[in-house]
């Protein structure tokens, strides 16, 4: 009897979006990210599609990521790009990537909002890049903004986020989706992001964020 053929590898189930949907996504962002009087959940979602686009990083991938991952030009110095640090996958793989300079100016804002955000904290600010904007609600209690995010929370600010935006522009545009993932694979399957190189762990202190003004 012939052996049964191997089964392939299944596709992503849901429909990616093309590019020119991704990009619109990123400039969206990355515009109403820095008006004045920008939301601070609308500036993350600026920061998390910004190195979503510029490394190619899931939710868990993003979640990793600590200030000290950061390389970016102060604000004294010319608009320029910077780099990040992503631990990749299961396996944590460690890979250092360009971040272009559009998402470096995002960054800086975004640096300077998580201090606020994190001012009434007790103790030290969180490592990670990445913080809760709002006082949330766990098993009754009550958690300040300012703590690092889960993915649920990132989950739930990119659905708000669709929501709004959808009902905004109407039958102006199409929908956008309501998963994440369907814009980061077009990022990828582009090849719009940086591969980046392997790196180790940084050691403390080696690639820390210039100041945010």
Same mark, same amino acid.
């Given at each position: ?5 191997? @089964?392939? $590898? ?6 990616? /979006?093309?590019? #020119? ?7 969206? &962002? ?21 190195? #979503?686009?510029? #490394? ?34 299961? =396996?944590?793989? /460690? ?8 998402? $470096?100016? $995002? *960054? ?8 606020? &955000?994190?001012?009434?904290?007790? +103790? ?7 913080? #809760?904007? =709002? =006082?949330? =609600?766990?098993?009754?209690? @009550?958690? %300040? %903004?300012?703590?690092? !995010?889960?993915?649920? +929370? &990132? $989950? *739930? %600010? ?19 989706? @309501? ?8 990022? !990828?399957?582009?090849?719009? @992001? ?13 690639? /820390? ?5």
């Amino acid at each position: 009897m012939s052996e049964t053929p191997s @089964t392939p $590898v299944a596709r992503y189930p849901r429909p990616v /979006v093309d590019l #020119t949907e991704a990009e619109w996504v990123w400039r969206e &962002l990355g515009v109403e990210a820095l008006r004045p009087g920008s939301k601070p959940e609308v500036v993350r979602l600026a920061v998390i599609a910004g190195l #979503t686009r510029a #490394t190619g990083a899931r939710y868990g991938d993003l979640l990793r990521v600590r200030v000290e991952d950061l390389t970016v030009p102060d604000d004294a110095a010319r608009a320029g790009e910077g780099t990040v640090v992503v631990r990749h996958g299961k =396996h944590r793989t /460690v890979r250092s990537h360009r971040v272009p300079a559009e998402v $470096v100016l $995002v *960054l800086r804002h975004w640096l300077a909002v998580r201090l606020e &955000l994190a001012a009434e904290l007790e +103790g030290s600010v969180p490592r990670a890049l990445l913080l #809760t904007v =709002h =006082h949330t =609600h766990d098993n009754g209690t @009550t958690v %300040s %903004s300012g703590l690092p !995010i889960t993915k649920q +929370g &990132l $989950v *739930l %600010s990119w659905r708000r986020f669709v929501h709004r935006t959808n009902a905004r522009y109407g039958a102006t545009r199409p929908p956008l989706p @309501t998963r994440f993932e369907q814009v980061r694979r077009a990022w !990828i399957e582009a090849g719009v @992001t940086d591969p980046g190189r392997e790196s180790g762990e940084p050691a403390a202190g080696e690639a /820390v964020a210039g100041p945010a003004k």
